[in-house]
């Protein structure tokens, strides 16, 4: 993001209002479960429920997916008045490194992969938050953007790296984003700003 920094002045005003988007996101949240304050370090750990697949769900994942309920919509405001090109969000791709594929996933294929069971069908898939992308090219990204909202907020934002049984293993996040789109890959924090992979 910092290459296009230098060349267009809107896009810094761009980051400056995206990060304002997960600050806002970060607040909301906080204040509703919290009142004036972030969450604590055990608050964070704690398990509040299962998923479908019988895993543990901590309050630092559901205070994440509430906050990526919000940080998107108000994303899709700032993005409509500032970014000229086409851009995606929640876009689910299926990516095939090995042969250099990338394919668009449809919301009503990816809804109905998801009622299959626990996501196994999407073994093959991403889905960054943002996508600005290059050229009219809705495959490709000049770049792409995930907000990151850690739990506590005195952790740093960092990419999750994909576990054993992907079809990404042992890589990070960030890395198969580029990878897969092109374009930088780029987290959006409330804490820290825009950081670079």
Request: aromatic content about 8%.
């Amino acid at each position: 993001m910092r290459v296009l920094l230098k060349q267009d002045n809107a896009v810094g005003e761009l980051e400056e209002q995206l990060v304002e988007c997960a600050i806002q996101a970060e607040r909301q949240i906080n204040a509703h479960f919290f009142g004036d304050r972030p969450p604590t370090r055990n608050e964070c750990l704690e398990a509040v429920d299962v998923d479908t697949c019988g895993k543990p769900v901590t309050r630092a994942m559901r205070l994440g997916q509430q906050k990526h309920a919000l940080a998107p919509e108000c994303a899709r405001e700032v993005l409509a008045s500032l970014w000229p090109e086409p851009f995606s969000i929640e876009q689910r791709y299926r990516y095939y490194p090995h042969a250099l594929l990338l394919e668009t996933v449809g919301r009503e294929e990816e809804a109905r992969l998801l009622a299959q069971g626990c996501g196994h069908e999407l073994w093959r898939t991403i889905k960054p938050d943002i996508v600005l992308h290059a050229n009219r090219d809705l495959l490709r990204s000049a770049v792409t953007l995930d907000f990151k909202f850690p739990c506590p907020d005195t952790n740093l934002p960092q990419w999750t790296r994909y576990g054993a049984n992907s079809a990404y293993a042992g890589k990070g996040q960030g890395e198969v984003y580029e990878a897969a789109l092109g374009g930088e890959a780029v987290i959006v924090s409330p804490r820290v700003g825009v950081v670079l992979r």
